[in-house]
């Protein structure tokens, strides 16, 4: 499957911005879907999962309440969208895919169990 992801810009602090993932190749109803995120300097990090018939959200507590994951299979898209946005969430923003199902938070949140990788759409957060 090829992921594309988009949506990402500038936008001041408590701002909001939806980012999408769409898919082709394969219909995404076979895949968990992730987003994960890296800032200038760190490590890529989690931000959400939803499985695959979208039953089971998991977030990272630094974007809990503030984002949400959800996904239309019918159209082969996956969406975050992101409120309350703060500089701090400034970074490249990927999505990912996932055949492996029937995991729990602490194997969603990391990223060598993701099959496919989309190109990254970048977050700018300006105070």
């Known amino acids: 499957v090829q992921l594309q992801a988009s949506g990402g810009g500038l936008v001041q602090a408590g701002g909001s911005l939806r980012l999408s993932c769409a898919a082709s190749?394969?219909?995404?109803?076979?895949?968990?879907m992730g987003w994960f995120r890296q800032a200038p300097g760190k490590e890529r990090e989690f931000v959400a999962t939803?499985?695959?018939?979208?039953?089971?959200?998991y977030y990272a507590d630094s974007v809990e309440g503030r984002f949400t994951i959800f996904r239309d299979n019918a159209k082969n898209t996956v969406y975050l969208q992101l409120n309350s946005l703060e500089p701090e969430d400034t970074a490249v923003y990927y999505c990912?895919?996932?055949?492996?199902?029937?995991?729990?938070?602490?194997?969603?949140?990391?990223?060598?169990?993701?099959?496919?990788w989309g190109q990254g759409t970048l977050v700018t957060v300006s105070s």
């Open positions: 939803i499985t695959r018939n979208g039953e089971s959200t």
């Open positions: 990912a895919a996932t055949t492996l199902i029937n995991m729990g938070y602490n194997d969603y949140a990391a990223s060598t169990v993701y099959d496919y």
């Open positions: 190749g394969r219909t995404i109803a076979s895949y968990a």
